[in-house]
């Protein structure tokens, strides 16, 4: 499996980005894939993730209601929407394939495939 994030970069409060991590050939059916994000010094924490057959969702509660994990099937890729954004937002973001049980998306350890991180950055 191959995770490759990229669409970070540069935004002010309020404003928007969306990451996208595409995956090799029949990830999505195989996988749980999930958006965790880090701060130096701090541990890898979990954003978003989706399960396999996309139907459950499940976010933070720093993002909910801001973010939005999806599915981009022309792509073959999984996206983080990210709205307004604010800059304890700042973080690099990592894409992660693995499959935990819904109940245990947040725990880094049942991930076994990790994209190369996208950092993002926000303005105050």
């Known amino acids: 499996v191959q995770l490759q994030a990229s669409g970070g970069g540069l935004v002010r409060a309020g404003g928007s980005l969306r990451l996208s991590c595409n995956a090799s050939?029949?990830?999505?059916?195989?996988?749980?894939l999930s958006w965790f994000r880090e701060t130096p010094g701090r541990e890898r924490v979990f954003v978003a993730g989706m399960s396999r057959d996309g139907a459950s969702r499940q976010y933070a509660d720093s993002v909910k209601g801001r973010f939005t994990i999806g599915r981009d099937r022309l792509k073959s890729a999984v996206y983080l929407q990210m709205n307004s954004l604010k800059p304890e937002d700042t973080a690099v973001y990592f894409c992660?394939?693995?499959?935990?049980?819904?109940?245990?998306?947040?725990?880094?350890?049942?991930?076994?495939?990790w994209g190369q991180g996208t950092q993002v950055t926000v303005s105050s």
């Open positions: 050939a029949g990830t999505f059916t195989s996988y749980v």
């Open positions: 992660a394939a693995g499959r935990p049980v819904y109940s245990a998306y947040a725990q880094t350890d049942l991930y076994y495939y």
